[in-house]
């Protein structure tokens, strides 16, 4: 369930932010993503920062420290974090601000080759040693040979359009809550779903990241698998009563896995 998103910063929070930076000026709280209770634009004396955190108590309060660990191995396709603070029962990130906006999945789109390029860049991160989630795990429930989808890649897992700023030169992702490990091709494996989302078709999906090493390189038996494991997960997020995004999602993914499922027959 997504968290509340608090409007106002409480005061301790900022008490905590000014001892770091300096004065606060003025705050701008953003309304997009779900899993932070505070997610605002601080402006200070000396510049800009963006904060998301949690109550330490909260049951997620862990993705505060998962994101903190990882941002050292993605700098140049992520944002950089400044501090980490846990003053008065909050756990706090202050990451430097990017001017960009949402990335638009639309076909046609500009942004599409720039998070492309981002995802070639990602493919070559290899996991580092934490203790993240693995695919296999994360995606036994939903397939019968989750195997397959074991490998040393970081992943990021999380392609929703907010989680990833572009402008025109670059895309950077955000929200690296739910990294995991595992092969690398899985990473353009869930963008294709997000593609479809946006209205590209399968095939104009996967075009989108046929170019990319860790995907040209992919078992296609291993990519028909999650396929048809993504389209089940997808079909118990939406549940009997789904709301507008995630029956897209549903729909998406099951078009995907349908169109996996036709190529397989056509190339036998």
Known sequence: MPTHRLIELPADVLAAISETTGPVVRTEPVGSGFNSEIAARVHTESGTVFVKGLRADHPRAW????????????????PRLLWHLKPAGWDLLGFETVNGRHADYA?????VPLVAATLRRLG????????????????????DTPDLFAGDRLLHTDWHNTNVLVDDESALLV???????????????????????????APQAESCVAALPVWTGAPKAAVDAFAAASARLWREIAGADPDPWTQRMERAADAWARHRI??????G
């Open 262 to 267: 036709g190529s397989a027959s056509s190339s």
């Open 175 to 201: 929200d690296w809550a739910w990294a995991s490990q595992g092969a690398g091709w899985i990473d353009p494996a869930l963008w294709v779903i997000w593609l479809m989302a946006g209205g590209h078709t």
């Open 107 to 111: 076909p046609g789109s500009p942004d």
């Open 124 to 143: 070559d991160i290899p996991c580092p040693n934490l203790s993240l989630k693995t695919m296999p795990n994360r995606m036994a429930a939903y397939s």
């Open 63 to 78: 993705t505060q420290q998962r994101e903190a660990e990882i941002n050292p191995n993605v700098q140049g396709i992520a």
